[in-house]
């Protein structure tokens, strides 16, 4: 089970983790936890690395006052046993201190690595973990905390955005988690962090706490794997956009991962990969409201009720589009357009090319909009190939999710009238090959219009699924 965000954000929150641990554990359950830093922190973490980078001492100072004082506030209030409470006290003074170690280091060499931003990142649940871990002791069980590395979580060394190394993960794991649930031990593990073969701290990209515990459930073949949020479930749509936006109470592992590649921020893009890889269910619930939810499961477990399952909006985004004449009918042209790209860092989130393959148009982050255009003007133009690159930095896409449109009749003749009865101009359009999803981009003040309509055409405020 992981516990994340708000589930570890004070408290009375710490408190009623314990008690679903225990509920779980008075069942006959073994349990691994993972958990996320606590609210906010890992937010704070990239913005004090960012000061330590200009050597302002002064403000790391205080970040490391209040954010020592606000975990062990938290410690106070849900943490009786005076033994538990000194040796948790002395674990988040420690820690903190190391955190100082790193940021001072920062601070006097003005200067941030990738590798050293994986270490510093890593702390937020550093601190979060031993405080859930007390908690775990103070309620009578028997829990011992663990960084993701000495849980046994191999990575690469891209820093930032690590890929397990899934077969030597995967020993460690079962190594070091496996003796501790058999003497009825409850291992808590850090989320977010890992280590490469050669013990350096990485990172599994924002929100990897999610991964962690998919990496680890799929690792020791468990039976299944909740991810408790501060929201019930998977929606229809953001309720921030949607307000009849609905819990999906049933979906596949395929429709749930275009939903999180497509902006459903619930679940990391690629924290299913395990799970599906192992058929493991995974559920997404909320202390709060335990008995609803998302079932995540196998294709043929799960009910596909209607065309479209989930509308997405991504925001900060960029269109550019590559032209030229010369590039009709030559092979290997969008080969190369990609690797300048890829070899400069650059992430293509959706890609779509004219049926005279004399242009080429593809969605980038917004941050990588400046980099994308320059080194591709640097690469292209001069060329007989190229002639234009243009670049909108206006816009948003917009994803219509659901394994139901496979092989349906009329699906995208539905949602482009729908968003066309809206008066709102279509600039982009791609399909994924699973059929799981049709994408297109609009601008960016019209995204939130397209997704209520989408979201009525298909009457999704009315799903059962």
Not at 261 to 267: C, P, Q, S, T, V
Not at 381 to 398: M, P, Q
Request: aromatic fraction near 4%; glycine fraction near 8%; proline fraction near 4%.
């Amino acid at each position: 089970m992981k516990f994340g965000g708000n589930p570890v954000g004070d408290a009375d929150a710490i408190i009623r983790a314990v008690q679903i641990i225990n509920d779980h554990l008075h069942q006959g359950h073994e349990v691994v936890i993972v958990t996320s830093a606590l609210p906010r922190v890992t937010d704070e973490l990239v913005e004090i690395s960012e000061v330590a980078v200009k050597g302002d001492l002064e403000a790391i100072n205080t970040f490391l006052k209040k954010n020592l004082e606000r975990h062990m506030e938290i410690v106070r209030k849900c943490i009786h046993d005076p033994k538990i409470l000194n040796e948790v006290n002395n674990e988040l003074t420690r820690t903190s201190g190391e955190l100082s170690e790193i940021l001072r280091s920062v601070a006097h060499l003005k200067e941030l690595t990738s590798r050293s931003k994986d270490f510093l990142l890593s702390f937020g649940e550093k601190l979060s973990a031993p405080i859930v871990c007390a908690a775990v002791n103070d309620s009578g069980a028997a829990a011992e905390w663990l960084t993701g590395c000495e849980a046994g979580i191999i990575t690469d060394e891209n820093f930032g955005e690590a890929k397990p190394l899934m077969d030597v993960a995967s020993r460690k794991i079962r190594a070091k988690i496996e003796p501790m649930l058999k003497t009825r031990k409850v291992p808590i593990v850090a989320g977010y962090g890992a280590c490469s073969p050669h013990g350096i701290t990485t990172t599994l990209g924002r929100g990897g706490s999610d991964y962690t515990a998919t990496l680890i459930g799929a690792s020791l073949d468990a039976d299944e794997i909740i991810i408790w949020k501060d929201v019930e479930g998977l929606m229809t749509a953001d309720p921030k956009i949607e307000p009849n936006a609905k819990v999906i109470h049933r979906i596949s592992y395929g429709e749930a991962s275009e939903m999180a590649y497509f902006g459903a921020k619930l679940i990391h893009p690629r924290a299913l990969e395990p799970a599906a890889a192992k058929q493991i269910p995974v559920r997404v619930r909320s202390p709060i409201h335990p008995s609803t939810g998302t079932l995540i499961a196998n294709n043929h477990t799960v009910r596909n009720e209607g065309a479209v399952k989930a509308v997405s909006l991504v925001n900060n985004v960029a269109l550019i589009s590559v032209t030229g004449a010369g590039m009709a009918g030559l092979p290997g042209v969008a080969a190369r357009v990609f690797k300048i790209l890829g070899d400069a860092g650059i992430n293509i989130l959706m890609i779509s090319q004219s049926s005279s393959e004399a242009g080429i148009s593809f969605v980038t982050p917004k941050a990588k909009l400046q980099t994308a255009t320059s080194t591709l003007e640097l690469g292209l133009l001069g060329s007989e190939l190229v002639e234009n690159i243009t670049k909108e930095d206006d816009v948003c896409v917009v994803a219509a999710v659901g394994a139901g449109m496979k092989g349906t009749p009329g699906v995208a003749a539905r949602l482009f009238k729908a968003v066309s009865d809206e008066k709102i101009n279509v600039r982009m359009i791609a399909q994924g090959s699973s059929e799981l999803n049709i994408s297109f981009v609009v601008a960016e003040k019209d995204g939130q219009k397209a997704i209520r309509a989408l979201h009525k055409e298909f009457r999704l405020e009315e799903t059962h699924n």
